[in-house]
């Protein structure tokens, strides 16, 4: 873990191995209607005590211990809650959350406060309560209106918990990719709901792959790379979509061709279990001028981008690995095994486009736009890219939901620290 992650005041830890109980997953949500019920009467009393918190931090900036100590609880139990519910984890949670939990979470003791800060916590807590009902991580929202949990619990751990169900059911174990991706929402659900509860003054960091251990990224034959800074000019962000209606009608034409290249690619595939190249090409130009326009919509990207998709030709680049062989039964029912894939990348458009919204009024009033979200938007375009490669044939390699954007660093090996002199 990073210095930059290990300051952070609320942090996740995940000790989870993958496997699940097929019967506990069969009724999940059987199992955790007793943790509804107390999810209500435990929010109650967390979210009335909050605002004695908030008096005590306006008066003496500092929250009290006892009341710090409640709402922390308070905040890791619904940690523990939605990981159970959403299939991030897999034993039955405790009813406090004292116990330690496969998806857990770290909080500082009390520390000193600004008092702005303080006074104007729940207006500068909307961006991140948007940010995380899109993520839907963390039940907490939900038990403040008298135990409406599941208008929380949605966006993207409601579609993991959804898909990892079945996986889960066929193969006795979680996705990899599905419970990062669902544990970094839990993360940042975390955060929000220690931001909002006067836990802390630190805003919730939207980084990608904020967990400890971090999470993989495999590699993928569609790659993302981001060589880009955070400035964004105020003019272009002004007039960002009437500078993309070109894009978009050109774009429009495009996609009739691509769907009959595609057409075309599935039957020579099915005859000679590989794309032909051409075809590879021009369809792989079309995904990639697809995300260089995204990026430069959703302001994850800052150049205005061009019309062919020509690999390295923005900040926002996709990589596709040329093609290569593919099972004939795996082109067969392409359509049907891409279903999850794309109800994923569906969930991850709506996140891109929360992320679009809010950098859009970052980036007017500041010239630049949040690391954190850039980042994020940068992870929901690369699933979206991948599971378009799929579809399209252009890769049998189905899409990665890692919320990772790039590989971790490897760790130094004990003896090659020693002989280094940095052990």
Known sequence: MSAEDASHPVRLVVRDDRRRGRLTVLFRLILAIPHLVWLALFGLAAFTLAFVMWLAVLYERRAPRSLHAFLASFTRYTVHLTAYLCLAADPYPSFTGSKPYPVDVEIDPPAIQGRWGAGFRLVLAVPAFVVSSTLGGSVAVGSAYGGAVFGSLGGLTATIGLLGWFASLARGRMPRG???????????????????????????????????????????????????????????????????????????????????????????????????????????????????????????????PGFVGREGGYPIDLTIAPPERQRRLGVLVRV????????????????????????????????????????????????????????LLLTSRYPDSSPALQAPPPVPEPALLELTGLA
């Open 178 to 304: 599905m419970r990062d991706a669902a544990v970094f929402a839990i993360g940042y659900g975390a955060q929000t709901t220690a931001y909002a509860l006067m836990l802390t003054d630190r805003y919730p960091d939207s980084t990608p792959g904020r967990s400890e251990p971090p999470p993989e990224l495999p590699a993928h034959p569609v790659a993302l790379a981001v060589d880009d800074d955070l400035r964004r000019p105020r003019l272009l962000v002004l007039f960002r979509f009437p500078l993309v209606v070109p894009h978009i009608l050109w774009l429009t034409l495009w996609f009739v061709l691509v769907l009959l290249a595609t057409l075309l690619a599935w039957l020579v595939a099915l005859v000679s279990g590989r794309v032909p190249r051409f075809l590879h090409r021009f369809m792989a130009a079309f995904v990639r001028a697809v995300t260089h326009l995204d990026a430069f919509f959703y302001l994850v990207g800052r150049r205005f």
């Open 336 to 391: 049907v095994l891409g279903l999850p894939a794309l109800l994923l990348a569906t969930t991850f458009s709506s996140i891109a486009l929360v992320v679009g919204v809010l950098c859009w009024c970052t980036a007017l009033a500041t010239g630049r736009v949040p690391g954190g979200l850039r980042d994020l938007g940068a992870v929901s375009l690369r699933y979206q890219a991948q599971a378009a490669a799929y579809a």
